[in-house]
């Protein structure tokens, strides 16, 4: 499969971080590209190396989101990587990492409606006479921070993250981690980088438990399959499948390439597909190494 | 950054890959309730009749094939016509005083054998299919499933009448629901006009669907479900306002080659 060798599977020094992205079944359909995109960088404090993971969700029905889902990357991956990475110790307490969090996120707001203004001058969008601006390139953000003994994340829009951490009766505990308010009624109304209330609806949680040792992150496209919504009137995550797509990176098979390709598989699966036909990304990470590195939350 | 892979999902994988075939999987599809509302008075008798169980059969298999819709999409029918309002789950007229939904699945949906007389009770008929599509709303709330906006069809070849037969202005008291449910994004509803609609049936859809109205030449029901279907599939994608006023403008397009 084209570019299947690149969906990046990296050791970092605890985690092992593996993700993708693949085109819907409706934008195949219509000839449209894959308007999500997932990235990761490390955030460097001295004695540290704690990655920094995110995931966007172009909107499908912006003409420019593509690009607007890769902005949102390359700015989410590169600012918290800075931020959360500058200061020589680690946050002094929750609320010192909240705030770290709170402006990582208020720089990439402020460069994606830079960036994205610059873009539609640069062409002439506005010229011709088509709205133009951020909103051609709307997307949602979802970004997570695996410090160590913690996890920072921030959220706009509708992506979501799975935590696994602890035991009980044997079995391993997921934990869907609180999104942002809905937007709306319907299922795809979403808050967007380009909303004018983006920095009003963004989540920003902080989780602090030396027991997480699985993280999943994804756009909506999972949402069906991820998380067990027809249950009753409160998403959680679906056990399931948390466990099959982190025990795969958990024991990985001899070859990366293969084992990238058997997720890609599921996620074009008729049977994901028929849940939710728009663009899917899934990005899991799992802890490889013991106990904590470097400076931990009091 | 990472590079995408590019589906190849014209012939996606029918199963999980077996390192994923543990995974359990509800139906918690993202639902999209479609109502079809549709005129079985006496005027649709005949080939009318026959075109549209005809149509609503092959659509029904059309919509099931496609891996997108046919577990999001849910279909309710109502109709007018007969002995009054019909309400039907896939095949079979519910009983009136049933309280169970007549939604069902796209992939489960089978069409009914529909057969034309009797009066045109289209005020009552909408008010049923605005009725039924606030109470599936609530209960996909209740059970934790997401939803797309709903849409609600109205087709008819003729004017509004009571239980008697007579023209009636009752579908004037439509006008304010609808225009409120509307603006409230309560649901999309389309009204289509079809054979040998007169003006004032025309006047009417106008009133009712002023956006969203237009007359058709014969029985293209295919074609009409056919729309139903594109803006469902628009609708899954957020599309904006301007998708669906391109989806019905070839509609427009078409009253007008034969209004000339």
Redesign the interface.
Known sequence: MPGATETGQVKSRAWRVHGVSVQGYRHAQQGMPCQDAWGQSHASPPGSRIPVLAVADGAGSRPRSQEGAQLAIQLATSVFGARLGERASAPGDVEDLRTRLRDAFLEVLDAFIDGTWALSTEDGAAARGRRGGPADFATTLTVVVLGPGWLGYTSLGDGFVVLRAGVENGEPQFHLLPQPEAAGEYGNETTFLSSADAALRVRIDCVRDDDVDGVILSTDGLAQAALSGGRGPVPRANPSFAASVLRSLDRPGPSPRADARELEALLLSDRLTALNADDKTLVRAVRTTGGPVGGELP | ??????????T?????????A?????????RLPLLLCLDISSSMSGEPIRLLNEALALWGREIQED??L???VEIALVTFGGMGIGVWQGPHLLDPRATISPFVSAHQFRSPQLSASGVTLLTEAVETGMRLVAERKTEL?????????PQICLVTDGLPTDSHGMATDAWRRLVPTLAAEQAA?RFRFYAFGIGGISDRGQQVLRELAPKYHATLKGFPFRDLLQTMSASA?A??????EE?FEQLFNRFKTQRSAWDA
């Not at chain 2, 990472?2 to 589906?7: L, R």
């Not at chain 2, 996606?12 to 994923?20: G, R």
């Open positions: 950054m990472n590079p995408t892979i590019p589906g190849p999902p014209a996606p994988p029918q199963d999980l890959p077996a390192a994923y543990d995974i359990e999987l509800d139906n918690n599809a993202q891996v997108g046919s577990s999001s709330r209740r059970s934790g499933l997401q939803y797309y906006r994004k599939s609708e899954q994608q957020g599309a904006e998708t």
